[in-house]
Each structure stands twice: as C-alpha cells, then as structure tokens.
C-alpha cells in the first residue's frame, strides 16, 4: 500500500506554494515537474542554466537541445528562459530558490543530509547539491526509506559524508511524509495501509506521530 514514484512526486509538488522558485534534484525529483497543479504558478529552475522549465515532452516530441541537469528532454514554459550555468548558480548562491527538493542516500534526525558519495569506494559526483543545500531557502528530499538491502535511509547520525548539516526540513518517502526534530523524526503523513509502529521498524531514529 506504499506510495508509488508518482504518488510521491504528486504529494511533493501539492506542497509547493503558489509563486515559489523550485529547484528540482536529478533523480525523483524531477518527476515533481510532471505533477504541478494546475493553475499554480510554479518557477523551476534547473542549474544547467533553465528558469521557467516545464514537464517531460510527450513521446517522439523531445528536443535533446532542451535538458535539464539530469539530461533529460523537458519542456519550456511561456516566459521561460535559459543561460549560462554560472548564471545558474549565482541564483542558487545568491539566495534565489526557494524550494530545493533533492535525492538522498541518507538523512539524519537533525536535517544532515548525504547525497553526494556513498563513502570509501563510491564514485563522487556533488553537482550542485552544496550550493543548493547552503543557498536556497527550504531543502526537501525524495528518496527511497531504505537501501535495496533494507538498511534505513532516515538515520539518527550519518554514515556517509555530508552534502549539508541541519538543512533538511522535510522528506517524502514510499512510507510517508517526515520532519527532521533532532533527535527524531516526526511523521506528518503516512502511506495508506501503514502505521506508526511498521514505519518506525524501518527507520532508523525515534520516530513520533504528529499532534
């Protein structure tokens, strides 16, 4: 009964606010794109150099030219611009975005995030998750609730080097919707079918229902 990609995507990109700038991580969030309401003014932004991107082309419609950091095809909007990643990024560390919604390969009860190495061995490739973790104004993340071996994503410290320290405010999962609190984590919504009890034995923190 867990949330599915899109499931997940459509709840993320409700929670967006009428009129924010949205920076959208390689990976699941970029599915966010395909599920803004309609009627909601909705800016994404994509540190390749697009403001005012849109949802994936249809099939047989897409324009290779036209890419977003994950490269893949996406659309413009009307008013919709491109330019220069060093533009880009001086919107991200100038303080411009508000909203960044980032993968993860884990999260801790403090709102720490690692997003960028899996450690000794891994390959690195940060992109621009650091400047988006210090520069915009509400980092969120989409990520799996666990490993493919079944090990907890939401921890209670990291175990893997950190893209950013208490950064993190909220987190969209299969199992449901969590708040970093410090020493654990709170759950504002869950999955349909799923309790309390059952998310907490898959994560890796205290866990505690919201008021």
Same mark, same amino acid.
């Given at each position: ?8 995507? #459509?709840? #993320? &990109? ?16 970029? $599915? ?7 009627? $909601? ?66 999260? &801790? ?38 490993? $493919? ?63």
């Amino acid at each position: 009964m867990s949330w599915t990609a899109d499931e997940i995507a #459509a709840i #993320a &990109a409700a929670e967006i606010p009428e009129g924010a700038f949205v920076n959208l991580g390689i990976g699941q969030p970029e $599915r966010i794109a395909d599920f803004i309401p309609a009627g $909601r003014e909705v800016v994404l932004h994509s540190e390749n150099g697009i403001l005012g991107m849109g949802p994936r082309p249809p099939a047989a419609e897409e324009d290779m030219e036209l890419i977003n950091a994950g490269k893949k095809p996406v659309t413009l909007i009307p008013g919709g611009a491109f330019f220069h990643h060093a533009d880009s990024f001086a919107m991200i560390r100038g303080g411009h975005i508000d909203i960044c919604v980032l993968g993860a390969y884990e999260v &801790a009860a403090n709102g720490d995030i690692a997003n960028w190495t899996t450690g000794k061995g891994g390959v690195p490739a940060v992109g621009g998750a650091m400047d988006l973790v210090a520069g915009a104004r509400s980092v969120r993340v989409i990520t799996t609730h666990t490993t $493919r071996a079944g090990r907890p994503k939401l921890l209670q410290t990291l175990s893997l080097p950190a893209t950013g320290r208490g950064v993190v405010d909220r987190i969209y999962t299969e199992l449901g919707i969590f708040k970093p609190m410090g020493e654990a984590y709170r759950l504002l919504r869950a999955a349909p079918g799923e309790t309390l009890e059952a998310i907490a034995a898959r994560t890796g923190a205290p866990l505690r229902q919201a008021d």
